[in-house]
Every structure is written in structure tokens, then in C-alpha cells.
């Protein structure tokens, strides 16, 4: 059966939970949908890039959300990427683009540094975000003290998508890197960003010093 825009469209809809909604709401997003449904429906369909980007244009947020599933991320361009981004805007769709979108495609370094000092808070974000992943995976080449030194700056007031990159980027380093840990620990404990952030049992705080002690210890 050859799957068509519409009828995708209006069985997201008969997806949607007032109750699901209402939780996502509280975290700044505009869909309904429960996401373990939603990636029935694009295990369902496998890849298929061009319903993909038509499942995008509708705006639609689950649209959007199940475009990023079925898509085939090195077939976008630099500049479909970086529209797509710009376009974005609700957190989910954010996060899923450049989680599941733009770290596997051939341009992520290319847009990790166009969006780094990016004047849009949601953009630099993304970029710090891809910067984070550098930092544990492929730390060559970047200066680890200097993204410290950008971080004590700047992230104490940052906007809260922002500060929450940087925040995921200054416990990278003290996770991963011994020889920055107890500069990473001391940021953390004089900005305080994300210290009382509620946490609920059994998970690890955002709390930069936590979240390093613990993943350290977890190490071994």
C-alpha cells in the first residue's frame, strides 16, 4: 500500500492523547502523540526520503517528528540541514534533527561550527550539542580549555536551550577528560546552572559537579 501524506496526517491525529499532550506541553512542545506509536509508524514505513520531506513541509509537529525517522540523513544538503534547524523550533523536533538527522550526515562539522556563535540562541545550541558529541567521541582537534573558558563566561546567563548545551558540554569534558575534570567540577559549582533542576529518583542530576562525580564513579 502506497502510504500518502494525508492519510499519515490524519492517523497522527487519531493518535493523539490529551493527557500526552498535556506533558509535552510542560516541556515546551506541541504534539499529542505517544512516541513509542509513533515509531511503530515509521518502522512501518522504513525509509523513504521523499514522503520524508513531504511529511516536513506540513509543519506538523508529529509529521516532522515521523519525516525524522523515515528520512535518510545523508541525502539532505548543508542547507537543508541548516533551514530545517532554523524551521524547527519546538525542542523535540530540535533535538531529534540534530540527534538523529544531522550527526550521521557528511556536513555535521561543517554546521557544528556555523552554528556555534550563531546569534539565535535555539541555532548555537545545536551547535554546542554537536560539540558535546565531539568532545566524547572525536575530541581531536578541539580546545577543551577554551570551550571552558566560553563556558564560565557565558553560561550563567544564557537562554535556557543555550545553557542547557553547554551545560551537556562542560560535564563532557569533566567525564571524559581527567585533566580538565576539577576545573569542570569548580565551573559547575560556582555557576550553580541547573542545581536544584528536580530529578526524580534513580536518575542522574544535570548538575554538572553530580553528573561527573557519578558517571566517574560508575567508571570505576
Known amino acids: 500500500m502506497t502510504e500518502t501524506v494525508a492519510g499519515l496526517l490524519a492517523e497522527l491525529a487519531a493518535m493523539e492523547e490529551p493527557k500526552v499532550r498535556a506533558v509535552n506541553e510542560k516541556h515546551g512542545d506541541d504534539h499529542g502523540v505517544n512516541l513509542g506509536r509513533l515509531r511503530a509508524v515509521a518502522k512501518r514505513l522504513k525509509t523513504q526520503q521523499e514522503l520524508s520531506v513531504e511529511l516536513w513541509a506540513t509543519g506538523d509537529t508529529a509529521a516532522r517528528l515521523l519525516a525524522l525517522l523515515i528520512c535518510r540523513p545523508k541525502a539532505f544538503g548543508r542547507d537543508d540541514l541548516d533551514a530545517m534547524l532554523r524551521e524547527a523550533r519546538w525542542p523535540k523536533v530540535i533535538d531529534w534533527h540534530v540527534g538523529y538527522v544531522v550527526k550521521k550526515s557528511p556536513h555535521a562539522e561543517s554546521l557544528r561550527q556555523a552554528w556555534f556563535e550563531d546569534p539565535d540562541p535555539v541555532v548555537a545550541g545545536a551547535g554546542w550539542a554537536l560539540t558535546a558529541e565531539r568532545v566524547v567521541r572525536q575530541p581531536e582537534g578541539l580546545d577543551l580549555a577554551g570551550l571552558l573558558d566560553i563556558i564560565e563566561a557565558g553560561m550563567k546567563d544564557a537562554p535556557e536551550r543555550l545553557q542547557w548545551a553547554m551545560n551537556t558540554c562542560l560535564a563532557q569534558i569533566g567525564i571524559e577528560h ?20 528536580p530529578t526524580p529518583p534513580n536518575c542522574t542530576s544535570p548538575f554538572a559537579p553530580v553528573w561527573i562525580t557519578e558517571m566517574v564513579r560508575r567508571r570505576g
Not at 581527567?178 to 533542576?197: Q, T
Open 178 to 197: 581527567p585533566e580538565h575534570r576539577a576545573r569542570a567540577v569548580d565551573i559547575g559549582e560556582r555557576l550553580e546552572v541547573l542545581k536544584d533542576y
